[in-house]
């Protein structure tokens, strides 16, 4: 049989299709924008490729988004009429559970496929994507210490094993182990989008804000060729600017960088959920410091109403609503919550957490924009503990922790805003009066 070039078999009888597999698994790795073309190139290549197939349903769902699982079930239909070995038809099941919105059930193939083959990096990578997407830093922990033992710098893909060590690390707080293991892939390629974005968060989460600048700076002129991941490391950039007061260059990284929706080359997708989450995010902390953001929410407004009904990404909902919200968009704020609470009705896993976590967090945040804070903070507090699982770093989840704040503090709620100023500081190494969406908060306290 045909191998990959870390030596999996292949079910296929074309040389030409196993090399365009590796590379388009390349592109995946590496957050190339021409997926598209490598994707054409290896069916074309081998149009009875089950793996192929596979990763053509795993691409269509990274999207998060609802008018693309059609794609994910056609893709699994010939995936699972073409796999061939074990390993191949486990891929195909995975599939099945991601398209079902069955997150856990996905990571649970993907785990028995590293137990037997630590070198399918496909099923790493994917495992590591979609816990980090749950709230399951304990398992993205845990994949890689699983794997790494069967790695070294022989085998490709090595960089990307480090840029996940980094991450998974500076996720569960282990800021040392990750910067070094993302400062090493980097090293190796300085290209690599996912080490750069690990130790962005690292000088993030630690305080280190001109040393975050100069990071993301220093490396953009490598992204060329990549997808929208540069937008969200630009949004880091924006985020140290944030914290040093300098909104002009905030306003500037927006509209020249992580939304720059008038260079589709470089610019932000319209409703991709990543861009859409950086977007929202950061105008709701502008807000919060009293920057005038003219008229940006607009066009972020209106790509919220045509998505409503769409729940796929459970941590984009409370940002659509950011953005109704903030344009007095109330019918189509009630539209949004009445597709959220139908979806909810439908069953499964994903059904369960967007009723569950997603829609009183999105309710709050409609509630604090329309000044109903006491109902904000009464909505929101229940689940504060459980916001981690709709998926999300804790720089990204922190702007929900803010949107609680910030109606606990105009509610005059206190020990409400005692109790996010106690989560906030027992996990973020920087305290909060070094934040500057919680000085107030500290501020009040220390009173
Ligand atoms: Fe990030």
């Given at each position: 049989?045909?191998?990959?070039?870390r030596?999996?078999?292949?079910?296929?009888?074309?040389?030409?299709?196993?090399?365009?597999?590796?590379?388009?698994?390349?592109?995946?790795?590496?957050?190339?924008?021409?997926?598209?073309?490598?994707?054409?190139?290896?069916?074309?290549?081998?149009?009875?490729?089950?793996?192929?197939?596979?990763?053509?349903?795993?691409?269509?769902?990274?999207?998060?988004?609802?008018?693309?699982?059609?794609?994910?079930?056609?893709?699994?239909?010939a995936?699972?009429?073409?796999?061939?070995?074990?390993?191949?038809?486990?891929?195909?099941?995975?599939?099945?559970?991601?398209?079902?919105?069955?997150?856990?059930?996905?990571?649970?193939?993907?785990?028995?496929?590293?137990?037997?083959h630590?070198?399918?990096?496909?099923?790493?990578?994917?495992?590591?994507?979609?816990?980090?997407?749950?709230?399951?830093?304990?398992?993205?922990?845990?994949?890689?210490?699983?794997?790494?033992?069967?790695?070294?710098?022989?085998?490709?893909?090595?960089?990307?094993?480090?840029?996940?060590?980094?991450?998974?690390?500076?996720?569960?707080?282990?800021?040392?182990?990750?910067?070094?293991?993302?400062?090493?892939?980097?090293?190796?390629?300085?290209?690599?989008?996912?080490?750069?974005?690990?130790?962005?968060?690292?000088?993030?989460?630690?305080?280190?804000?001109?040393?975050?600048?100069?990071?993301?700076?220093?490396?953009?002129?490598?992204?060329?060729?990549?997808?929208?991941?540069?937008?969200?490391?630009?949004?880091?950039?924006?985020?140290?600017?944030?914290?040093?007061?300098?909104?002009?260059?905030?306003?500037?990284?927006?509209?020249s960088g992580?939304?720059?929706?008038?260079?589709?080359?470089?610019?932000?997708?319209?409703?991709?959920?990543?861009?859409?989450?950086?977007a929202?995010?950061?105008?709701?902390?502008?807000?919060?410091?009293?920057?005038?953001v003219?008229?940006?929410?607009?066009?972020?407004?209106?790509k919220?109403?045509?998505?409503?009904?769409?729940?796929?990404?459970?941590?984009?909902?409370?940002?659509?609503?950011?953005?109704?919200?903030?344009?007095?968009?109330?019918a189509?704020?009630?539209?949004?919550?009445?597709?959220?609470?139908?979806?909810?009705g439908?069953?499964?896993?994903?059904?369960?957490?967007?009723?569950?976590?997603?829609?009183?967090?999105?309710?709050?945040?409609?509630?604090?924009?329309?000044?109903?804070?006491?109902e904000?903070?009464?909505?929101?507090?229940?689940?504060?503990?459980?916001?981690?699982?709709?998926?999300?770093?804790?720089?990204?989840?922190?702007?929900?922790?803010?949107?609680?704040?910030?109606?606990?503090?105009?509610?005059?709620?206190?020990?409400?805003?005692?109790?996010?100023?106690?989560?906030?500081a027992?996990?973020?190494?920087?305290?909060?009066?070094?934040?500057?969406?919680?000085?107030?908060?500290?501020?009040?306290?220390?009173?």
């Amino acid at each position: 049989m045909l191998q990959d070039c870390r030596g999996l078999a292949l079910t296929t009888v074309s040389e030409q299709a196993a090399a365009a597999f590796d590379h388009a698994v390349d592109g995946y790795l590496g957050y190339r924008a021409d997926m598209a073309a490598r994707m054409e190139a290896l069916l074309a290549a081998d149009p009875d490729f089950g793996l192929a197939h596979c990763l053509k349903g795993y691409l269509a769902l990274m999207g998060y988004r609802a008018d693309t699982v059609p794609m994910a079930r056609t893709a699994l239909a010939a995936a699972r009429h073409c796999a061939g070995t074990p390993r191949e038809k486990a891929h195909a099941e995975a599939l099945s559970h991601w398209a079902d919105g069955d997150a856990d059930g996905a990571v649970a193939v993907w785990d028995q496929i590293l137990r037997d083959h630590p070198l399918d990096i496909l099923a790493f990578r994917l495992a590591h994507f979609v816990n980090f997407w749950s709230g399951r830093v304990d398992a993205m922990l845990a994949s890689v210490l699983a794997v790494e033992p069967h790695w070294s710098t022989a085998l490709p893909g090595f960089g990307s094993i480090l840029a996940c060590r980094c991450f998974a690390h500076e996720e569960a707080g282990y800021y040392l182990e990750a910067e070094s293991a993302g400062r090493e892939a980097v090293r190796q390629d300085p290209g690599d989008l996912w080490a750069v974005h690990g130790v962005a968060h690292v000088l993030e989460m630690t305080g280190r804000r001109l040393e975050g600048i100069a990071w993301v700076e220093g490396l953009q002129s490598r992204w060329d060729g990549s997808n929208n991941l540069k937008h969200h490391l630009w949004w880091h950039q924006a985020m140290y600017h944030l914290e040093l007061g300098d909104y002009p260059k905030v306003l500037s990284l927006y509209d020249s960088g992580f939304r720059d929706l008038a260079s589709p080359l470089t610019g932000a997708m319209p409703d991709l959920y990543i861009d859409v989450q950086n977007a929202a995010s950061m105008l709701f902390r502008l807000g919060r410091h009293g920057v005038e953001v003219g008229d940006r929410w607009t066009e972020l407004a209106d790509k919220a109403e045509a998505r409503i009904g769409d729940c796929r990404s459970a941590f984009t909902l409370p940002h659509w609503m950011m953005a109704l919200a903030a344009t007095g968009r109330d019918a189509a704020a009630d539209a949004m919550l009445a597709g959220i609470r139908d979806f909810a009705g439908g069953g499964g896993p994903l059904a369960d957490l967007v009723g569950g976590i997603a829609l009183p967090v999105t309710r709050a945040v409609l509630a604090n924009g329309q000044g109903r804070h006491a109902e904000a903070v009464a909505l929101m507090r229940p689940v504060l503990a459980d916001m981690y699982r709709m998926g999300g770093s804790h720089a990204q989840q922190d702007v929900l922790e803010q949107v609680f704040l910030d109606s606990a503090l105009k509610a005059g709620a206190e020990s409400d805003v005692r109790l996010m100023m106690e989560r906030v500081a027992g996990r973020h190494p920087v305290p909060p009066a070094r934040r500057r969406g919680y000085a107030m908060g500290a501020h009040l306290l220390a009173a």
